[in-house]
């Protein structure tokens, strides 16, 4: 949790500006920061909220605890939940269309959409003991938050569908090798890595990091969309199959999925 003054406590994120910098830490460490509707709800409103503040240039987001993200969080999955005011497609929505600078600090695992946000970020630093896994195969599922179109953008097509496909982990190093990440820093260095990169980027002139970023989204955004789309009907179609069912059972009973027979 942040000790400094000027910081602000949400129910799943603690926020503090610092030089033109907006810091957002997703604050649920016992949940490995998994992204409950709540945390998307709360991600969605501090992207809207700085994409309208003129005194912010820089939004960068990291982890409370010993995780990034473990990713959608599969304990809220069956319980009633109230409807979400933004929900994963809203902040999705948000995070494409932010006009400012977007950093992310990957301080420790980050799996699903805790992977896939690197792909939207404009720029990713990561401690040298974190990794990303996108486990979607395994789950029987597909892919999503756009990473079927931004990750062999970054990556390349053949490392892209590997690791979307193979469901296997990435260590820091290797995310940067591929392009995923821009750097891989000592984990006691990272924020602070991160923060005078950030700080870097606010002090220059806000109109000329909007009109770059804008120039450099501009031609991919509207398809970063329709992938997402596409992807959602994909996973649509493969939610409750057979694949996904044996997934779920075998995690719950602590087991290795066989997919041998479907």
Known sequence: ??????????????????????????DRPEALNAFSSQLMDDLAEAFLEVASDDSISVLLLTGAGRAFSAGADLAEMGREQSTPEHG???????????????????NGIGVGIGAT?????????????AKL?????????????????????LMG?????????SAEWMTADECVDAGLALEAVPAEDLLGHAMAKAKKLAGLPLPSL???????????REQMKASII??????AKLVGGAANREA????????EPDFSNL
């Open 1 to 26: 949790m942040f000790l400094d003054h000027g910081e602000r406590n949400l129910e799943t994120l603690n926020i503090k500006d610092e030089d033109g910098v907006r810091l957002v830490e997703m």
């Open 88 to 106: 994963f497609p809203g902040l999705l929505d948000a995070i494409i269309n932010f006009p400012k600078p977007f950093i992310v600090a990957v």
């Open 230 to 235: 596409a992807e959602n009907k994909g996973l």
């Open 157 to 165: 097509r053949q490392r892209a569908s590997w690791f979307l496909l």
């Open 210 to 220: 909007q009109t770059t970023k804008g120039l450099i989204m501009d031609p991919v």
């Open 117 to 129: 946000i690197c792909g939207l970020a404009d720029l990713s630093y990561m401690s040298d003991k």
């Open 248 to 255: 779920l059972t075998a995690f719950m009973e602590k087991r």
């Open 133 to 153: 896994r996108a486990p979607f195969s395994a789950l029987g599922l597909t892919a999503e938050a756009a990473s079927t179109f931004t990750f062999p953008q």
